[in-house]
């Protein structure tokens, strides 16, 4: 609900070592029979299992990603796109340090690859920074969505001015549960309420209202003085959830709700009261049973007397764990919804709003790995997800013809966690299809 998804299609999950910073450097061939291009031609084998995962991987890395994560990891890669045929196109700067073209049956990916110092020489880090698929299409991608388990949907479209341009979608008027996309809403507000004078992003104010996953401000003491705009940073970056709160209970709830209303949502009844983080995370748990079943079966103003008369114990200090493991809880009646195009609605009414500020907070974290980045001159990202339900939405601008897109997805299933890896794939495949 409130995490937002990894947000680049990796094959390890593990940070590439300062020694990769030199696979950016001016490229040169590969040296021969270097220790890089030794465990690069090495690679196939390893991701095929017939090179052992100790003998080709440094201690560091076995630590940080165990094999049999490793594996799974492996696995999903393959099912995606086909087993790893062969490496290509080998660059190093130092023989340790480099990139290469990884051939799957499905197309090719861009893999940077480091290897250590040690006399074996093994690889302390890998990771696939961008895939191109061999003869992709829309229909191919939609069908693949369209299969997942639970319900999806998604939209590609051009927008110019407040007209939305379909290019693809499915289910494009049906409302998901979009975990912390809801978060765009109010930063569309906070840019509204600095537009009209009323706040400037300068603002100082205390970190009124803590709350889970805040990987921004985690462990910062309540109260501690942040300006509006390292709030905006935070909430949408990195989806700190404290920041979130902090600015819901600044700006208001019902001024949040007016202006999801003005920025076109198809159906603002099922975000009002437009809930914070700590209230969505406390009524999904097992110490407010009684409260949850009056707020899912009360209407709006119902909903938001409960709300009123709860407000001192619906606080982070009477959250119930539960909320965070096992499986899926409530994701159809409390959560954050929007159809595939209400997001786009959104995405136009923030460009709307004219502001440079607002644009660069939702550019700090594109979503998608650097290489799908390539062929647009500004881009900008939300994504949410918990168990069963992830999100990933995107406004960008083409960089062969200054056009703008959206491309939004969503997947729900209330039965099982949803795969982050599989939704990152396809939207990064819908991606490079929009930018041609």
């Known amino acids: ?41 090495q690679l196939v084998d390893v ?14 890395f076995q630590a940080a990603l165990p094999e049999a994560q490793f594996k799974a990891m492996t696995a999903s890669l393959i099912a995606q796109y086909g087993k790893p045929i062969a490496v290509e196109k080998l660059v190093s700067t130092d023989g340790r340090s480099g990139s290469l073209s990884l051939r799957f049956e499905k197309g090719v990916g861009a893999v940077l690859l480091d290897v250590g110092a040690d006399p074996d020489a093994r690889v302390i880090g890998v990771r696939l920074t961008g895939f191109d698929m061999a003869n992709d299409s829309f229909d191919t991608v939609a069908a693949e969505i369209v299969a997942l388990p639970g319900s999806t949907g998604f939209l590609v479209a051009e927008v110019t001015g407040d007209t939305i341009r379909p290019l693809a979608s499915a289910n494009p008027d049906q409302q998901f549960a979009v975990g912390s996309t809801f978060k765009l809403y109010i930063l569309s507000e906070l840019a509204a309420q600095v537009a009209a004078k009323k706040r400037r992003w300068s603002d100082v104010v205390p970190l009124s209202h803590l709350s889970f996953s805040s990987i921004g401000t985690a462990n910062w003491p309540k109260d501690t003085p942040v300006t509006l705009q390292s709030l905006a940073n935070w909430m949408i970056s990195v989806s700190d959830n404290s920041a979130t709160d902090t600015l819901i209970h600044l700006l208001g709830r019902e001024v949040i709700e007016a202006r999801m209303r003005a920025a076109g949502h198809s159906d603002p009844s099922r975000n009002i009261p ?21 707020f899912t079966a009360g209407d709006d103003k119902a909903q938001r007397q409960l709300l009123d008369a709860n407000r001192d114990r619906l606080i982070l200090a009477n959250v119930d764990g539960v909320s965070f493991a096992g499986v899926p809880r409530f994701i159809d009646s409390l959560e954050w919804f929007a159809s595939p195009n209400d997001v786009a609605r959104l995405m136009i009414d923030l460009r709307n709003r004219q502001s440079p500020t607002a644009m660069s907070v939702m550019a700090i974290n594109p979503g998608v790995n650097p290489g799908a980045t390539k062929d647009w001159s500004w ?17 960008g601008q083409r960089k062969s013809d200054g056009k703008w897109f959206v491309v939004t997805a969503s997947w729900n299933n209330p039965d099982a ?13 819908l991606l490079a299809l929009a930018a041609k």
């Open 417 to 429: 966690p949803v795969s982050t890896e599989t939704m990152v794939s396809l939207v990064t495949r």
């Open 47 to 60: 991701l095929n299992g017939s090179v052992a995962f100790a003998d080709y991987f440094d201690p560091s």
């Open 379 to 395: 881009l900008g990202y939300k994504g949410g997800s918990e168990l069963g339900v992830i999100s990933m939405s995107l406004l």
């Open 1 to 41: 609900m409130i995490r937002a998804p990894v947000l680049a299609a990796i094959l390890l999950a593990l940070p590439l070592t300062a020694a990769s910073a030199a696979a950016q450097a001016p490229e040169i061939q590969a040296t021969a029979d270097s220790a890089f291009e030794r465990r690069a031609a």
């Open 274 to 294: 437009f809930l914070t983080t700590v209230e969505a995370f406390a009524l999904k748990g097992n110490n407010f049973e009684s409260e949850r079943a009056a």
